[in-house]
């Protein structure tokens, strides 16, 4: 059967078209971004800069571009990966760096860590402002830095049993930390023994303007002097180390996170922080230190150190509190907005044993003395609230304040989840 001329054409056109239309479906991951506006986005990442980034086009959906000071974050899904093996460490490094990686060795006045998504790392000492160790089965709530106090002064390691060996850490070996005490005397403490390491290093004044963070898999969070687009990954260079450059795979990367474009996360702010307990203690009965730890403020973790976690929903930002909390943050007219997610936090389900109680506290934010929003009996096991947009234009001192509900203090464990503070329009 002979077939008419058009119609081969036809169909050889829309064979081309097909197979052009596959040469050039775009190769980048797929995400999901959230706006400053709080819209959800999924699609193709094609292309970033400093400044921007563009989602592929896709069927009918034409391409888009968004300003990376309004993104909040852009997440990945990350493959999951082979677990490493052997002694794990997680080194708070003076750029605020997060690394979480074996350790395979000794480096050149330091350590070197191999870190899922980055390959190896070599951790100058310099860099380092506590070095933590990482059992097989640590989880998110893994927290030893509370437990063991830093020193006033000069560098101090713990061990598996608690015992402090202060001095200065002198080197790092295959199997040991050396480390030399105010007397002269070298102190070795094998890496499988060590628990704790503090050095006396000072962090790096945080950085101004728009900044990225970026998560990978396996609790890595760097917070980035340069990052960049390259293929099948993301270039970026540490804080504390922005002369040298590694690549993170796509599947490695869980989240990237910017913040200090429009708006400021009112943790990352200087803050204050009052704790007035419902009995106070006998003056010199307990040591306020120890009080602070189990009981006072913390930014971006909740009191006892775990994610903060409201109704299901994790927040890598805000304040994690105990009732009766006063968190006062200036803001000396700078800011336009403020908004954030509020409730008790999802420790209490677990912990409840005190008869089906789970937390009552009365909240409120204040600008400048006026009640700007304020809940009472929020419980545990509840969604958390969303508190705003609050008009703050003007306002010079934000408070926010958790109070005593029905339940006085039991379990009044709560959270401020992503405090947002949008900045003022400037002429």
């Known amino acids: 059967m002979r077939i008419p001329v058009p119609v081969v054409s036809l169909a050889l056109l829309a064979l081309l078209l097909s197979t052009g239309a596959a040469d050039a479906a775009p190769q980048g991951p797929r995400v999901t971004l959230r706006t400053l506006e709080l819209s959800r986005v999924e699609g193709t990442l094609a292309s970033m800069d400093e400044k921007s980034l563009t989602l592929a086009a896709s069927g009918t959906t034409a391409a888009r571009s968004f300003d990376l000071d309004g993104v909040i974050h852009l997440a990945f899904e990350p493959s999951r990966g082979t677990p490493l093996r052997g002694p794990r460490f997680r080194a708070h490094l003076v750029g605020g760096e997060r690394l979480v990686g074996r350790f395979v060795g000794p480096g050149e006045d330091g350590l070197k860590l191999e870190v899922d998504g980055l390959g190896v790392v070599p951790v100058l000492f310099e860099h380092v402002l506590t070095l933590e160790s990482m059992p097989t ?101 540490l804080r504390s ?131 700007l929003w304020e809940a009472k009996g929020v419980q545990g096991g509840a969604k958390p609230r969303r508190v705003g947009p609050l008009d703050v234009k003007g306002v010079k001192t934000l408070v926010l304040e958790v109070g005593f509900g029905k339940e006085l203090e039991t379990l009044d464990r709560a959270d401020w989840g992503d405090p947002i503070l949008v900045k003022a329009a400037t002429r």
């Open 137 to 237: 089965n640590a989880g998110p709530c893994h927290d030893l830095v509370s437990r063991f106090a830093r020193p006033e002064s000069g560098d101090a390691a713990y061990d598996a049993k608690g015992d402090e060996y202060a001095g200065t850490v002198l080197e790092a070996t295959a199997k040991e930390l050396v480390l030399e005490s105010a007397r002269g005397r070298e102190r070795r403490v094998a890496w499988d023994q060590v628990a704790l390491v503090h050095l006396e290093n000072e962090r790096l004044t945080p950085a101004e303007g728009l900044r990225a963070e970026v998560e990978l898999r396996g609790g890595t969070r760097v917070p980035v002097a340069k990052l960049g687009l390259v293929d099948k990954g993301l270039r970026l260079a």
């Open 241 to 371: 180390a922005p002369d040298v450059a590694w690549t993170a795979a796509f599947d490695a990367i869980v989240a990237v996170r910017w913040q200090g474009g429009r708006f400021d996360y009112a943790s990352e702010l200087p803050h204050t922080s009052e704790r007035r307990p419902y009995h106070a203690d006998p003056p010199g009965l307990l040591d306020p230190k120890h009080l602070d730890r189990l009981f006072g403020t913390r930014v971006d973790r909740r009191v006892s150190g775990c994610p903060l976690r409201v109704g299901g929903e994790t927040f890598r930002h805000g304040f994690g509190v105990n009732s009766h909390s006063v968190i006062t943050i200036p803001l000396n007219g700078k800011y336009a907005s403020f908004r954030s997610s509020f409730g008790i936090d999802d420790e209490v389900l677990r912990e409840d044993a005190e008869g089906g109680r789970k937390g009552n506290v009365d909240v409120r934010v204040l600008g400048d003395g006026k009640v």
